[in-house]
């Protein structure tokens, strides 16, 4: 008589308060996140997860492993899970309206521009920012032209490097756009479409903790960091703000989300409109 293999149940372990303390004050030094206590359910299970799949028996334990883990992975992994990234093609299009008709026309003497998509999620920003420079400037080859775009999340970057979208991400896109900027994918992405060359050509995708030291050699024209800064505290979104004030070349731009505002904050920038703030 053949013997039955046991199976074993793993079952999340419950998130005690101080786990949660503990886990929530390491993600705060960490990246700048602020995570309340409505967020508790949700660390219980999107940690949970990563608990599951590698067998972990606790939140203490998993815990003290990314602390001791100096390779940063872990960290990595965390901060994967606990990011919400909500985005789409053209979010707060005032701003690719902005950058048409204002900043690049003022960047035609000199034949270059910088742009820097500061939480640039899974590609759709930095995209939006390559077809508008495409759309506007006609002798796009006789300019030096850097997009970069950063974020903290590995997983959101691979989807944004790879560049491919499924139909309903791109509804937005007019015909036109769709057919000029983007190819039907093949073999496994045959149901998705592919940023075309390019336009990919003129991104440079980068992970970056914005909590950490900027190593720029050059200041940008625009800084799009937009629906990031509502993750963060007064403090960090005020030490935020005047790094990019510092990175920013005489007359540049900060892009910040509609639903963000520097109102409360110290800074230099001269309000232009709304969400919208110039270095002067």
Known sequence: MAKKKMQF???????????????????????????????????????????RQQGIPSFKEYYHLVVNDYTGRELAQLLDAICTNVTHFFREN???NFLKSVVIPACDAKKSIKIWSAGCSSGEEPYCIAITLLETIKDIESWGIKVLATDIST???RKATIGAYQKSELAV????????????GTSEWCDYYQIRPDVKKLIDFKRLNLLEPFMFK???NVIFCRNVMIYFD???????????????????????GHAESLIDLKHNFKYIKPAIYQKV
Do not use: C, M, W
């Open 155 to 157: 997983r959101v970057l």
């Open 94 to 96: 005032e701003h690719f």
């Open 9 to 51: 149940l793993f079952i999340t372990p419950h998130l005690s308060e101080g786990e949660f303390e503990a886990l929530r004050e390491l993600i705060y030094k960490k990246s700048g996140i602020v995570l309340n206590e409505g967020k508790r359910d949700l660390i219980q299970s999107r940690l949970g997860k990563i608990l």
């Open 234 to 256: 007064k403090t960090i979104r005020e030490i935020l703000i005047n790094r990019f004030y510092k990175h920013l070349v005489s007359g540049g731009y900060l892009f910040v």
């Open 173 to 184: 896109l007019s015909k036109s756009l769709l057919h000029k900027y983007f190819q039907r």
């Open 218 to 220: 050059t200041k940008f």
